[in-house]
């Protein structure tokens, strides 16, 4: 692993055809889950082929077998029913989480530790545990039976920490907790970090937490209380404005950014230089030890060639940048 500007990517890829087809098949009864889940495997290890290939630096299991962050919680969790299809963004639609009883783990405690140990067991990298937090778990559901958001966000906030415990326990040395919703309503950040240091309360794993596609002017410094060791911001789509907007505050010592240098809702490849100047930029904020680089979002958005041009841009512009600046 390089010693600076280290590389990952935030969590979701493209899925492959053949996966894309088995899932439907699953749906349809034409294949078991057993088959599924080979399908499944078979994406996972492209994943892994590809990250290796470029030399990332900590790995992504590329959540193969989630259509959606939070309705696979959801589904597996009990206290949830679905919605018809609702809209989330472009033409993407997903099946909102209703939230009708108390909400609980069930029989799925662990649930995201098979996935996370098969792609371990791939690579000698490092490979991130991946959840969901409480907060965008539920702003991005129905809620028809707690009295109120916060009621919800904390029972929530327990089953994502037993969540992250097990990640742990099994090995993880990196725990993303992703909060993309966690701007929408710059009132309840301070729900949000209460929530949060109920999720990473004891954890000895690498916290990090993916923000993405919000108002950041209006969380800013707010957001730096967020207790996690890692922002893992987008960037590259406002054309690398939120560091201007870093660029007021003393950026804290004791956190890590994660700096998105590809946009991932454009068909257009970045250019190397391009990405190279937005590094730079981010060295002239953030100390060279607390910055690490990765994609705006995740790259489910795009296609497989698409994610594999935008993260060999980002490489190839990350070592470029090392060996100009002589670090490794």
């Not at 309360?201 to 996690?228: N, Q």
Request: proline share 4%.
């Amino acid at each position: 692993m390089a010693k600076h500007l280290l590389t990952t990517s935030v969590g979701s890829f493209p899925k492959p055809g053949k996966l894309i087809t088995a899932r439907s098949q699953f749906r349809r009864g034409q294949i078991s889950l057993e088959q599924l889940q080979q399908a499944e495997e078979e994406a996972t290890r492209q994943v892994i082929a590809l990250q290796e290939e470029l030399g990332i630096d900590i790995f992504v299991h590329g959540e193969m077998e989630r259509g959606d962050m939070v309705a696979y919680f959801a589904e597996n969790w009990q206290g949830f029913s679905e919605s018809l299809p609702v809209r989330s963004y472009g033409n993407r639609y997903y099946r909102k989480p209703i939230v009708e009883n108390v909400v609980a783990l069930g029989d799925s405690v662990g649930l995201t530790v098979k996935s996370w140990q098969k792609a371990s067991q791939m690579t000698n990298k490092p490979v991130k545990g991946m959840l969901t937090g409480p907060y965008t778990i539920c702003d991005w559901s129905f809620n028809a039976y707690y009295p109120d958001r916060r009621s919800l966000v904390m029972d929530l906030a327990h089953l994502v920490h037993e969540e992250a415990v097990a990640l742990e326990n099994a090995g993880a040395q990196y725990i993303q907790i992703d909060e993309p919703a966690i701007s929408t309503r710059p009132e309840e950040l301070d729900l949000a970090i209460e929530a949060m240091a109920i999720v990473t309360k004891g954890l000895r794993a690498k916290t990090i937490s993916h923000i993405c596609y919000g108002d950041f002017e209006t969380i800013l410094p707010g957001l730096f209380d967020l207790p996690v060791d890692q922002l893992d911001l987008e960037a590259a789509n406002q054309h690398f404005a939120l560091l201007d907007l870093l660029g007021r505050y003393r950026w804290p010592k004791s956190k890590e950014l994660a700096l998105g240098v590809v946009d991932v809702h454009t068909h257009r490849i970045e250019s190397v230089d391009e990405v190279k100047a937005g590094i730079r930029r981010a060295l002239e904020i953030v100390p060279l030890d607390n910055l690490l680089i990765d994609p705006d979002c995740g790259l489910k958005t795009r296609t497989w060639e698409e994610a594999e041009q935008k993260l060999r841009v980002m490489a190839q512009a990350v070592q470029e940048v090392r060996e100009e600046d002589g670090l490794q």
